[in-house]
């Protein structure tokens, strides 16, 4: 399969634990983008890649949250000390545009399903 | 700030018929790009079709095509000859131009009933 992976694809945590999500982007997709979605929203933006480089960051992705792409890969997202406020979906989305078309198509991973008690 | 409105929580249609399911944003913006995107009950999100701001005409792939409305901005997704498939959650979504950040809509639920 070639498309974006996630994992976990459920987490359930207690209030005050960190958690740790993956995304493997679609090879060779030298751009990353992290949504999180609550129930019955759509996706909102947190934070975007470019190869390793985190070029933007939304006002949502708090300092409780961190978001990582070493080697331009795979990424993660940690959220430390999780509140009941942060459950929702975590979705994470690749892309590769040619320099003639800078806004080139979002692929979107099944998503992480984050439940905090 | 780019604002995206979906109007119509919830819609259903007849298999085989078609619908209109309605999106309108709001942008100080001249150039920037509208998305349609599927997501079906417990599965990933794609992206149906897309429209450029500065392109005139509508876009379409196959069954699905836009009604798009600059002047008025408004963005709408009409499904020809409506299949059970098609059941999913329909998000518009609106990307300025080089921006990287999405700005989504809350979503209509099409149901197609057999």
């Known amino acids: 399969d070639t498309g974006v992976s996630q994992d976990p694809r459920h987490k359930i945590t207690k209030r005050g634990q960190n958690v740790t999500f993956r995304c493997d982007p679609i090879s060779e997709h030298n751009r990353l983008y992290w949504y999180r979605q609550t129930l019955g929203q759509g996706p909102e933006f947190l934070t975007y890649?470019?190869?390793?480089?985190?070029?933007?960051k939304s006002r949502l992705l708090s300092d409780r949250f961190s978001a990582e792409r070493p080697k331009g890969s795979f990424s993660t997202l940690e959220i430390q000390r999780t509140e009941q406020g942060d459950s929702a979906m975590y979705l994470c989305?690749?892309?590769?545009?040619?320099?003639?078309?800078?806004?080139?198509?979002?692929?979107f991973g099944p998503g992480t399903r984050l439940l905090v008690l | 700030a780019q604002t995206v409105t979906q109007s119509q929580p919830e819609m259903s249609v007849q298999e085989a018929e078609t619908v209109t399911l309605s999106c309108t944003y709001d942008t100080s913006e001249s150039n920037y790009y509208l998305f349609w995107y599927k997501q079906p009950p417990s599965r990933q999100m794609i992206l149906v079709i897309r429209?450029?701001?500065?392109?005139?005409q509508n876009a379409t792939e196959n069954r699905f095509s836009v009604n798009f409305q600059k002047a008025a901005k408004s963005f709408s997704l009409k499904i020809s000859d409506s299949q059970l498939g098609d059941t999913a959650m329909y998000f518009c979504a609106f990307m300025k131009h080089e921006a990287n950040d999405m700005r989504f809509g809350a979503g209509t639920r099409l149901t197609v009933k057999p």
């Open positions: 989305a690749s892309s590769f545009p040619p320099a003639s078309h800078p806004q080139e198509t979002q692929y």
């Open positions: 429209q450029e701001a500065y392109k005139q």
């Open positions: 890649f470019q190869n390793e480089a985190q070029l933007e």
